[in-house]
């Protein structure tokens, strides 16, 4: 049997999985500011979940779920996104009840089976921000801001921030209709998911990977009623008074179902066609739907995958450790042992390879470690009760010391 990953998962080493780990924590920083709390939700949901929110004419549910039927006969999906699990917990749980804000936020992996590329992969990890219950334009802004925010401490710049409005229920029934005719009038011109998508859900073919762009550009704009007007427009006035820039794109229509008024996205020009980083919008609806109470919502998720690899080159992670014993003899293995530990307490890093082996195989190691130093111990400094420091990035001599003032003097050498 040969061993290898599925297409389009990937297995992800140091130091890019610390880059990983360094971009969720400042996420988790940010979250903190801005008052959210996590709220880890299941990888696997019932199919329906997906198919009645995310929407069936969506790629996401036709063409990319990983779907089956489980030993109890029941329809499951491993979760392609996370906004549903999240109003399904918040339904279940019921979050509107405990007399807080809910704001909440997750950092999972989610599934889709797409076409991999740079960029695009059939797993990958989402930072994805919630907040239900708050309809004011206020928190449209607030989430962008955030998003902006977490953005700029991760270090990811030159990117834009485009959004727009889609409107409520009322101003999406007038549009349908107008949007039903001229896709109609351009039938020819669209692929075969989207030719036998428009009369089910008209505004997916504008997101359609394919020929959306083209199609988006002359079509007939949405026109908003007067509430969702004034609506984008007080979101709009509350993103300049937090000094975020943006560009107002008619042609935003986002690729899932659930979205009402305000939807963003952030690009970049940096990742060739998987150019988008980050994305939401409300679902003003999406909670009542699913059987919850009235509370209108805005979230955002953002592609650590892509924000990576935005950052990859940018970002030196050392995952070396300060320090690296070496025993020069058997009768100082233990006390090498036991030196890991002191200095580890200390809050020092320290590592060692297998300590049984040879002091050159031991060297060897050490100086590929990337450590700054390495302990020797041998008969002479057991005999004595020291360890010698030995400089290994720079020249110096190497110094002896008595073993219990290894740990401060170390301190005080990494210091510089
Ligand atoms: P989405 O636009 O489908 O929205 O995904 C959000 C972000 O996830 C994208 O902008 C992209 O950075 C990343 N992403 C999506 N698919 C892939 C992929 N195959 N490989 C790598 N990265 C990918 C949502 O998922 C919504 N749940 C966002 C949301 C939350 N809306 C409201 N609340």
Request: hydrophobic share 40%; proline share 5%.
């Amino acid at each position: 049997m040969s061993v290898h990953s599925l297409r389009g998962f990937r297995d992800l080493l140091p130091p890019d999985s610390a880059l990983f780990t360094q971009i969720e924590a400042a996420a988790r920083e940010v979250f903190a500011l801005y008052g959210y709390q996590e709220l880890r939700i299941p990888a696997i949901e019932l199919k329906e979940l997906f198919v009645k929110s995310t929407g069936d004419t969506t790629d996401i549910v036709e063409k990319e779920m990983y779907a089956f039927t489980d030993g109890g006969g029941r329809e499951v999906a491993v979760r392609p996104e996370g906004t549903p699990g999240m109003v399904r917990a918040y339904i279940e749980q019921n979050l509107s009840q405990t007399g807080r804000n809910a704001k909440f936020f997750y950092i999972g992996n989610m599934f889709r089976a797409e076409r991999p590329q740079a960029g695009r992969y059939r797993e990958f990890t989402q930072i994805d921000a919630e907040h239900i219950g708050n309809a004011a334009p206020f928190a449209d802004a607030e989430t962008i801001t955030m998003l902006v925010k977490l953005l700029e401490k991760v270090g990811v710049a030159g990117c834009s921030v485009e959004i727009n409005s889609l409107g409520c229920a009322e101003c999406r029934k007038a549009y349908r209709q107008t949007l039903l005719e001229y896709l109609r009038l351009n039938v020819a011109t669209l692929c075969e998911p989207c030719k036998g998508r428009v009369e089910r859900n008209p505004l997916r073919a504008l997101d359609c990977k394919i020929d959306g762009p083209a199609l988006a550009e002359k079509a007939p704009r949405l026109s908003l009623c007067p509430a969702c007007a004034e609506h984008f427009a007080h979101t709009q006035e509350l993103l300049k008074i937090s000094a975020i820039e943006y560009k107002v794109n008619p042609s935003l229509v986002r690729g899932l179902d659930y979205y009402t008024r305000t939807v963003f996205e952030v690009r970049t020009t940096a990742l060739g066609s998987q150019d988008a980083i980050a994305a939401g919008g409300r679902y003003d609806d999406l909670v009542k739907s699913m059987g919850g109470p009235a509370a209108p919502a805005i979230g955002w998720a953002m592609g650590v995958d892509r924000v990576a690899l935005l950052l990859k080159d940018k970002t030196k992670i050392d995952g070396s450790p300060a320090v690296y014993i070496v025993s020069a003899s058997a009768q100082a293995q233990s006390q090498a042992f036991r030196l890991l530990a002191a200095l580890r307490a200390e809050n020092i890093s320290a590592d060692s390879s297998n300590l049984t082996l040879s002091l050159k195989s031991q060297m060897r190691s050490a100086d590929k470690s990337g450590a700054s130093y390495a302990l020797i111990i041998g008969e002479d400094e057991i005999k004595a009760g020291t360890v010698a420091i030995k400089p290994l990035k720079e020249k110096g001599e190497q110094t002896t010391v008595p073993v219990a003032d290894a740990p401060s003097h170390l301190k005080q050498l990494l210091r510089g």
